[in-house]
């Protein structure tokens, strides 16, 4: 049976840490970065005729927008809860996540129509040219790789990793594709290289938009399993049932559950409600909870009154 130690329990807003306005400087960085580079993809596409490069700077292009709007997200779900909006800000890092995950998409889109046009209307290409613009975007998106990789932990800077790594797989594949130009002249490589980014992208995209919406639909956090939360707490001294258990995030870090415990009458309820509190803190790290105690006559559609059946009254 599980038993109480003394402990501080933190309250919703305990993810405000450190790490966190690292992780926000780093996006600022990553942010100038692509920014800088975008503008050397697109000259060196449109002076060179690679379409695979052009959309890799296409690509980079709307990373620049999408990592500023994750770099507001990151500030704005740091706002405090207010009188209109008591949980705060969280889930607007979320909507930013799927915002980039629908851009990536359209993007690629674009990407394959373009694609599928050079097929029958090869271009010309500057190999040169080409090859080194994209050795350039490699080691630049290979930068903000390694500054965002140890500080993707939500899905608003999760989708800012996705659109640096799309990048990094245009570079790559940009480079592939000036070097079988050069090796074998075949003219269909660049766009074939442009539909095989594209495809890696849309899947890393499709996947985020669906954690995304699995967020913004209230689905339980993916590491918690509602069920083996309600037997836990169904042990504990003086419990005799858990109903209406909920489990949910708002920005897809913090989760929240709020629950129904049915106790014994002889059980005090200050009692069970510290032990309820510290076992999801403790076992499952979910400090905001809420939950209502019930004796077990509680009846919920009488408002607290006994559950006694009776007689239907004659006039």
Known sequence: MYEARPARVPGLLGFRTVAHDHAQRRLVLVLLLTVAYTIAEVVGGLLSGSLALLADAGHMATDDLALGLAVFAAWAARRPPDAGRTYGYQRVEILAALANGVLLVAVCALIVREAIARFSDPRPIDVGLMAGIATGGLLVNLVAARLLHRHAEGLNQRAALLHVLGDLLGSIGTLAAAGALVAFGWPWVDPVASLVIA???????GRLIFQSIH???????????????????????????????????????????????????AARPHDVLRLARRLMAERFEIVHVTIQIEPPDY?????????????????
Not at 199 to 205: H, K
Not at 242 to 259: E, M, Q
């Open 199 to 205: 495809a890696i992208i849309v899947f890393g995209s």
């Open 215 to 265: 967020v913004l639909l209230e689905g339980a956090p993916k590491h918690l399993d509602a069920e083996e939360i309600g037997r836990a707490l169904r042990t504990l001294a003086g419990v005799v049932d858990v109903h209406d258990l909920h489990l949910w995030s708002l920005g897809g870090r913090v989760p929240l559950l709020t629950a129904h415990l049915v106790v014994e009458h």
């Open 299 to 315: 009846n919920i559609r009488g408002l607290g009154a006994p559950s006694v059946d009776r007689e239907p009254s004659t006039p």
